[in-house]
């Protein structure tokens, strides 16, 4: 498991980055060996690629590309991205990782890589988020809408997302512009962080380090959920969850009772202090 911060001006993968691309690799020969009717398929997305960043490139591109967008200029476009910030490279491992050992589903790197459309979904976004801040924005939102039509997945590209993060299913899940996800992160399908409709500006949840939300959760306003904390499948939450604590229901309460919530002992993953996850993210996060 990786763990420092993202490598910011380095160029050349770390062990950790060359060991999940080596592994990758070795996956799409064997099961290139085994079903010879994926053997074209897995040589063009994975075995003709020199990295990971390429291989990944290629593939949203291949996935993203409608008639007017061609895969050729999307693939330029990711891989300048990767190329120029190295963080993207490390932030992609961290969510192969998060896939391997958060979901029991997931059997090999290969297989995330190649059709988790939660992670494709999250690797393109963080491109659109790039975008974003290099005040490119119609070219950002051209691609979330892509990433939209394609994946189902719909994250505003001014959301800022940590690494590690791993979403699950993903289908339908909607993250609005003002949002903030911080690391080691699990969202299952259909889950809404979005704005309660009445106010304007900073407006969308901000979600601690190893929070899990459950599938079809909505989480409304600006509020916090604390590191470590759970969302139970199907909840509506639209009060602050304090850190390792589980919000059920709809409206949720906290379980335990909210003068007194039960607490959880263990943060998956990695840890930060809630409260300064925000400001420590915002020089990096892309
Ligand atoms: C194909 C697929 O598998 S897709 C995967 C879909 N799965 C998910 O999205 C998983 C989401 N996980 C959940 O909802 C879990 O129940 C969790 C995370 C909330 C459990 O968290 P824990 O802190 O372990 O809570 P615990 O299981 O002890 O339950 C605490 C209370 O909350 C209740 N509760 C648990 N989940 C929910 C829920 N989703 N909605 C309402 N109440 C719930 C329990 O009945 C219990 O109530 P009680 O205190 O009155 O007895
Ligand atoms: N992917 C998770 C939830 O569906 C599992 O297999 O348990």
Redesign the pocket.
Known sequence: MPTGLPAVNSSVASDDEGWVWAQIKAEARRDAESEPALASYLYSTILSHSSLERSLSFHLGNKLCSSTLLSTLLYDLFLNAFSSDPSLRSAAVADLRAARERDPACVSYSHCLLNYKGFLACQAHRVAHLLWRQSRRPLALALHSRIADVFAVDIHPAARIGKGILF??ATGVVVGETAVIGNNVSI??HVTLGGTGKAGGDRHPKIGDGV?I??GATILGNIKIGEGA?V????VVLIDVPPRT?A??NPARL?GGKEKPSK?EDVPGESMDHTSFISEWSDYII
């Open positions: 699950d299913h299952l399908h899990l459950g599938a759970k139970g499948a199907g909840s589980t059920v229901g379980v959880h």
